[in-house]
């Protein structure tokens, strides 16, 4: 298993940026596909974006396209969520998640073996 713990969370005001980082530890990072997910007060967790673990190729919720940009730097065992243009609506927070499976790309939190423990984004209007 690997670990994972998230980090760059906060409040910033409609419009602004956030960088979110998570840092993993254990088994070899560059060996799993990531993502980004977040669970809103009352909602149900959802995908934001996930990483293939060697391409690089990425993937986006509609919500997030144009706005988010997911990275990756595995010899620094970090994976990054750039969040600009951030709404209201972004409120959440926000979960790091490893899978060596091949249905990452389904967005499904069942496709992921390891979890971070969160960080609050708060995006005041």
């Known amino acids: 298993q690997v670990q994972l713990v998230e980090s760059g969370g906060g409040l910033v005001q409609a419009g602004g940026s956030l960088r979110l980082s998570c840092v993993a530890s254990?088994?070899?990072?560059?060996?799993?596909?990531m993502a980004w997910f977040r669970q809103a007060p009352g909602k149900e967790r959802e995908f934001v974006a996930a990483?293939?673990?060697?391409?690089?190729?990425?993937y986006s919720a509609s919500s997030v396209k144009g706005r988010f940009t997911i990275s990756r730097v595995n010899a620094k065992n970090t994976l990054y969520l750039q969040m600009n243009s951030l709404k209201p609506e972004d409120t959440a927070v926000y979960y790091c998640?490893?899978?060596?499976?091949?249905?990452?790309?389904?967005?499904?939190?069942?496709?992921?073996?390891?979890w971070g423990q969160g960080t609050q984004v708060t995006v005041s209007s």
């Open positions: 254990g088994r070899t990072f560059s060996s799993y596909h």
């Open positions: 990483i293939n673990w060697s391409s690089g190729r990425t």
């Open positions: 998640a490893a899978s060596d499976g091949s249905y990452y790309f389904r967005g499904l939190s069942a496709d992921f073996h390891s």
